[in-house]
């Protein structure tokens, strides 16, 4: 069952902060977070392990909380870069081999000057 | 840099052919996944390999198949194409877990 992402779009203004959210049925063992720009392939942007670990890229950050089976990702003072879709792709605690990741449906955000 | 490349941006087939659809990496990756995506459904995973001549079915495997007969190079193979699979298919690849993933631009399929 894949992930459920909220909100599904976002549309900012240029140094405003936003938060997507991540929230998994399943028991995780890390959350994934890549970036797709229009007509672009998506680009990793950081993984977060279980034991409530933050994470930063840019002025990008996430957090994941192993008891509510949640990943946030937060946007702070956005720039027009930061637009495009986000997806969270969660790995399960019972793994198979490799590092399968189940992927949300996205939440596309859009930052205005 | 690593490189993820499909063979085809877009392709048009017909509903009944055989369609293939190829990724390389050059990097030395053991894990390879297809996956397709649909607006609003995000990326969904078709099958991974996580090794030479080995495969897992992924969640929506129904219709395809795969092939990885060298540690670059990892098919997906449309046995019998239909409209439904009219879709964006995405290659990724990575190193053993828990490293990031690494996708291809993508190949458009549209099946008439």
């Known amino acids: 069952q894949q992930p459920v992402q909220s909100p599904q779009a976002v549309i900012l203004r240029e140094g405003e902060d936003a938060v997507i959210n991540c929230s998994s049925s399943?028991?995780?063992?890390?959350v994934h977070w890549y970036r797709q720009k229009h007509g672009e392939a998506p680009v990793f942007l950081m993984i977060?392990?279980?034991?409530?670990e933050q994470k930063g890229h840019e002025k990008i950050s996430a957090s994941f909380n192993e008891k509510k089976q949640q990943s946030s990702l937060y946007l702070t003072a956005s720039q027009l870069s930061y637009s495009g879709t986000y997806f969270c792709?969660?790995?399960?605690?019972?793994?198979?081999?490799?590092?399968?990741?189940?992927f949300g449906g996205g939440t596309r955000v859009l930052v205005k000057p | 840099d690593v490189k993820v490349t499909q063979s085809s941006r877009y392709l048009v087939k017909r509903t009944g052919e055989k369609v293939f659809l190829e990724c390389v990496q050059d990097?030395?990756?053991?894990?390879m996944f297809w996956y397709r995506q649909d607006p609003g459904l995000g990326l969904r995973l078709i099958y991974f390999?996580?090794?030479?001549?080995?495969?897992e079915k992924g969640d929506i495997p129904e219709g395809y198949s795969v092939s990885r007969e060298k540690k670059e190079r990892f098919s997906l193979i449309l046995e019998s194409a239909s409209t439904n699979q009219t879709s964006m298919y995405l290659c990724?690849?990575?190193?053993?877990?828990?490293?990031?993933?690494?996708f291809g631009p993508g190949t458009r399929l549209t099946v008439t």
């Open positions: 792709g969660t790995e399960n605690m019972i793994k198979a081999a490799g590092n399968k990741l189940t």
């Open positions: 990724a690849s990575s190193l053993a877990p828990p490293y990031e993933q690494y």
């Open positions: 399943k028991a995780l063992y890390s």
């Open positions: 390999s996580y090794d030479v001549k080995m495969k």
């Open positions: 990097m030395d990756h053991e894990n």
């Open positions: 977060l392990l279980k034991g409530g």
